[in-house]
């Protein structure tokens, strides 16, 4: 069965120092991997997506199918980016996701 | 569009108590999902609803279930209530059950 493993439950970075949220998944087929963020007293919403290959918010994530891992990095965090975000799965077939348990992360000023 | 809509937003109920939830999807969406997120925990998919009928579900019992209405609402029931039933409960609207998710808020269940 798939799994999502996001070994941080809490990440706490100094505003401009880089971050990365480590993701990584189980899974036999071909998934497709994405990263929600959910900020505070907000709904979760897509960050993004491995096949689109797209900088969002400075954020980038690039799918290493060798090391299971989908990690998500920036290079200088900013005050505004302290959320909670969630790496997720898709399954070759369907379109249910399986969530990681989700990293807190906070910048500090 | 103010977005997939959820009601109510907070809720009580006690043991065996049945419930139900409600989801309107983002407008020109017709697939509806639902996950249940436990506190500390992400969110887990129970199951999702297309053309009105239940077209993937997770590993949940079948106290849980649901329903699509044709204007593509949609309602989580849940049946014979356990205290391990409390959680954030998660409905998700896509364009023909596509790969991207737009969620609602939340409904968030008490079960005392």
């Known amino acids: 069965a798939q799994r999502v493993t996001q070994p941080e439950k809490l990440l706490s970075v100094f505003k401009g120092a880089p971050v990365e949220l480590k993701c990584n998944y189980s899974?036999?087929?071909?998934?497709?991997l994405f990263w929600y963020v959910q900020y505070s007293r907000q709904r979760l919403q897509l960050l993004l997506r491995h096949i689109s290959r797209e900088s969002i918010k400075g954020f980038t994530a690039d799918l290493n199918k060798g090391e299971t891992s989908f990690h998500l990095k920036k290079p200088f965090a900013q005050e505004e980016d302290s959320a909670m975000y969630y790496c997720?799965?898709?399954?070759?077939?369907?379109?249910?996701?399986?969530f990681g348990e989700g990293t807190q992360l906070t910048v500090n000023p | 569009d103010a977005g997939v809509t959820q009601s109510p937003t907070h809720l009580i109920k006690t043991r065996g108590q049945q419930v139900t939830l409600r989801c309107s999807p983002k407008?020109?969406?017709?697939?509806v999902s639902w996950y249940q997120q436990a506190l500390g925990q992400g969110p887990q998919f129970i199951f999702q609803?297309?053309?009105?009928?239940?077209?993937q579900r997770g590993n949940f019992p079948d106290r849980f279930s649901g329903h699509q209405f044709p204007n593509y609402s949609s309602e989580l029931n849940v049946n014979a209530l356990l205290l391990g039933d409390s959680a954030l409960y998660l409905c998700?609207?896509?364009?023909?059950?596509?790969?991207?998710?737009?969620f609602g808020p939340g409904t968030r269940l008490t079960v005392l």
């Open positions: 609803y297309y053309e009105e009928e239940e077209r």
């Open positions: 998700a609207s896509s364009p023909g059950q596509g790969r991207f998710l737009y």
């Open positions: 407008s020109g969406h017709d697939t």
């Open positions: 997720a799965l898709r399954e070759t077939s369907g379109s249910r996701l399986t």
């Open positions: 899974y036999s087929g071909s998934p497709e």
